[in-house]
Every structure is written in structure tokens, then in C-alpha cells.
């Protein structure tokens, strides 16, 4: 029985974040330690994970890659995001594909740490957008960094 704790100790403790879904979103029964998903009703997906980071990047190298990952993608920021996440300064954008804020916006959010990023995502349309974006806002700025 000990050693089965011990396990248990051992494996949750390897956590980085604890999220939690936004409010009217669902949580998937399949997520795991380095990843969160939930998804709204009519469809707008919401996921946290953690990356390791061998080189302990900086936030100007995540900011930077983000830029030009979605740029060469072409992708436009429609918005820069400031939010604290578990009381840490993070990276965030919202971006349109080609312009076309209509269609669908991508949020991503990074908070570098040292052998690892915790990055929260959604995506959507325009005006599911316009209808949960203070509830994802919340959400990401309520992930618990262990």
C-alpha cells in the first residue's frame, strides 16, 4: 500500500498546471496531466499543455516564434493578450486566418517556465468569440501553476 502512495505522490507532483474549463464549457474525460481539453456547446475548443523546453527559452524567443509561426501561416494578430497566469507575466495573441476575423480567431497563451511552457489555446468563430472570451480569459488566467 505504501508503495502505491508513493506512486501516486510521484506522478501528481509531476504536474505543472492545473486548469480548470471555462464557464459553459465541457471538460473531455481524457486529459491528462500535460494536457486540458473542454469544448463549448456550439463548439469552440479550449485546451492547455505543457511543453518541455530543453534550452529554458525566454519569453522575447516565444514571443518572436509565435509571431512568425502565424505569420508564415498567414495569420494576423487581431489582438494582443495581457493576462497574469498563476501570478506569472505570459505571452498572448489573438490572431485571424488571413485577415478574416469572420471566419474563425485563434487565442494562444504561453508562460514560460524554466524546463518547460504551459501554452492555452482556443479557437472559434467570430461570434463565439464575442460570446465567451471573458470566460476563456478567465480560465487561463485561473490555471494554477504548481
Known amino acids: 500500500m505504501k508503495y502505491i502512495v508513493l506512486c501516486f505522490l510521484f506522478l501528481t507532483s509531476c504536474a505543472t498546471f492545473h486548469a480548470v474549463k471555462p464557464d459553459g464549457f465541457a471538460e473531455y474525460t481524457d486529459n491528462t496531466k500535460t494536457e486540458f481539453r473542454a469544448i463549448s456547446p456550439d463548439g469552440m475548443l479550449y485546451r492547455v499543455t505543457e511543453y518541455e523546453q530543453e534550452s529554458q527559452a525566454t519569453a522575447e524567443f516565444w514571443r518572436g516564434a509565435f509571431l512568425l509561426k502565424m505569420k508564415n501561416a498567414n495569420y494576423k494578430v487581431e489582438d494582443t493578450l495581457n493576462i497574469q ?25 504561453a508562460v514560460p517556465l524554466k524546463k518547460k511552457v504551459i501554452v492555452a489555446e482556443a479557437t472559434g ?22
Do not use: C, H
Open 85 to 109: 497566469v498563476g501570478g506569472k507575466p505570459s505571452i498572448g495573441y489573438l490572431f485571424s486566418y488571413a485577415g478574416n476575423v469572420e471566419e474563425s480567431l485563434y487565442m494562444v497563451v
Open 125 to 146: 468563430t467570430a461570434e463565439q468569440w464575442q460570446i465567451r472570451k471573458s470566460d476563456v480569459v478567465k480560465a487561463v488566467s485561473e490555471i494554477d501553476l504548481n
